[in-house]
């Protein structure tokens, strides 16, 4: 990508990188962390790949300084990570950890010291362990317990924060660690599902009015995991299938924060959500946010089947439609970043979007101490290139950040599937920048040099 055309160039578009706590940092019980739910699912035989965990990921708690040497190096000005509740508030409430405070001081001030802006999120899954104790997302409480957090949090940092995003793709962890127990803390079943959906819209709109009367002048999101649903064949089943899955991939958690409600129509199972509503609620999930973070990897291609519960639609795995795939099984589809956006913004017409998470596990060479990864490379661009075109088209798209810096921790996943622009040795912590990584730098100075040639304000 040499030429940008003017229509994409933006001097305020928010080129950036993305990672989340769990996933680097490490030190799980350093300074007084108390334990998160995944801390304790993770060290749990049988829980993840290979049984591994993330005690000591990316060791990103006392490796920070060389991660943002890197950044810095590579000209990125944006850095999203996440804080650690656990580290904060070991009990989720109460106590607050000032050792914890000081670790965020620290990661935030030596962004500033080396011109990086921190984009922090809330919550990217760790639930500190003792509110899991009590429920956790499925009782109604979180609500009260999250606002003290992000109090804490907003209070604290709020002089030198100023982009926040409330909670990190709601649908995740409520389907992944509340009805299927693939993912912390490993529950099952539909009322844990509906009730963590429900606090968790609820805490999403109440984060948002907290960070607003704490901050006024900050810039408030939050993310969703996205992603298009194709019905695998023309028929009426397969039609209806795609919208269910839509309902629950796409619209659950923005419709109601944009005074929506919950998308039952097209999947009815979503009204037991009402089982978990309070007189009031229609208006507390409402949130007028600055910007929505979409995080898209790639399309989904949905069949009727009644063989699943309550969705009665399965996945055409893309194996068995012969196309390329990631290490995590994806395919690979860059159109799809493209026809999100566009679906994002012709629903519901949002003023300021921002891709907050994309990216590709591959499985990279390592030769002569260089790792070429042609194929993460071939993915991102083709994806900006999407996103750009989309916004060239119009789409009010301001930023696109990568996931991720390092290799890291990807879940129940573990470590094999590796997303980084920078290679990480977990026997050795040694990083080293991926071509990817040098290939992403240089496109950022590219574009922002073109900006300039236009007199367009970076
Ligand atoms: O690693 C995750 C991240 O935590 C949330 N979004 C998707 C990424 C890749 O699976």
Redesign the pocket.
């Known amino acids: 990508m040499k030429e940008f055309s003017k229509e994409v160039l933006d001097g305020n578009f928010q080129w950036g990188v993305s990672t989340?706590a769990y996933?680097t940092e490490g030190a799980i019980s350093t300074d007084d962390k108390g334990p998160s739910i995944w801390d304790v699912f993770s060290n749990r035989p049988g829980k993840t790949y290979n049984n591994q965990n993330a005690n000591l990921a990316c060791d990103f708690y006392h490796r920070y300084p060389e991660d943002l040497q890197i950044i810095h190096d590579l000209a990125i000005p944006n850095f999203r990570f996440s804080v650690a509740w656990s580290r904060i508030l070991p009990q989720g409430i109460g106590k607050v950890n000032q050792l914890g405070l000081d670790f965020y001081d620290r990661l935030i001030d030596h962004c500033l010291e080396s011109g990086i802006q921190p984009w922090v999120t809330l919550y990217?899954?760790d639930l500190p362990q003792a509110l899991e104790q009590k429920g956790g997302w499925t009782n109604r409480n979180i609500v009260a317990w999250f606002s003290e957090f992000v109090s804490v949090v907003v209070d604290r940092y709020r002089d030198r924060v100023t982009n926040w995003m409330v909670i990190?793709?709601p649908m995740?962890f409520t389907g992944a660690g509340y009805f299927l127990g693939i993912h912390a803390p490993g529950r099952r079943g539909l009322k844990n599902f509906l009730s963590s959906i429900h606090h968790a819209t609820l805490c999403q709109a109440e984060g948002g009015r907290l960070i607003r009367d704490l901050q006024p002048n900050a810039f408030i999101g939050t993310t969703f995991?996205c992603s298009p649903v194709e019905a695998a064949t023309d028929s009426e089943r397969d039609q209806k299938a795609a919208e269910r899955v839509d309902a629950l991939l796409n619209r659950l958690f923005i419709e109601p924060c944009l005074g929506l409600g919950y998308p039952t129509e097209k999947f009815t199972v979503l009204s037991k959500l009402e089982k978990f509503q309070q007189p009031g609620d229609e208006q507390r999930m409402v949130f007028d946010f600055d910007f929505i973070g979409l995080?898209n990897?790639t399309r989904e291609v949905i069949r009727h089947s009644w063989s699943m519960p309550y969705i009665f639609a399965r996945q055409v795995p893309p194996q068995k439609r012969n196309v390329s795939t990631t290490l995590?099984g994806w395919e690979v589809y860059p159109n799809a970043i493209y026809q999100i956006l566009k679906q994002f913004h012709e629903r519901y017409a949002l003023k300021n979007i921002i891709i907050t998470?994309n990216g590709a596990a591959f499985d990279d060479k390592l030769h002569d101490n260089k790792v070429s990864d042609h194929e993460r490379q071939n993915y991102l661009r083709q994806h900006i290139q999407a996103c750009l075109q989309a916004k060239a088209e119009g789409i009010p798209l301001n930023g696109y950040f990568v996931?991720?810096l390092t290799d890291n921790f990807?879940?129940a996943e573990g470590y094999h599937p590796t997303?980084g622009l920078v290679h990480v040795n977990f026997q050795n912590q040694q990083r080293r920048i991926k071509q990817s990584g040098y290939w992403y730098s240089k496109l950022i100075q590219e574009y922002r040099k073109q900006a300039q040639r236009l007199n367009i304000r970076v």
Do not use: G, I, L
Request: proline share 0%.
């Open positions: 989340a996933q990217h899954w990190n793709e995740v995991s995080q990897y995590m998470e996931w991720t990807e879940w997303f």
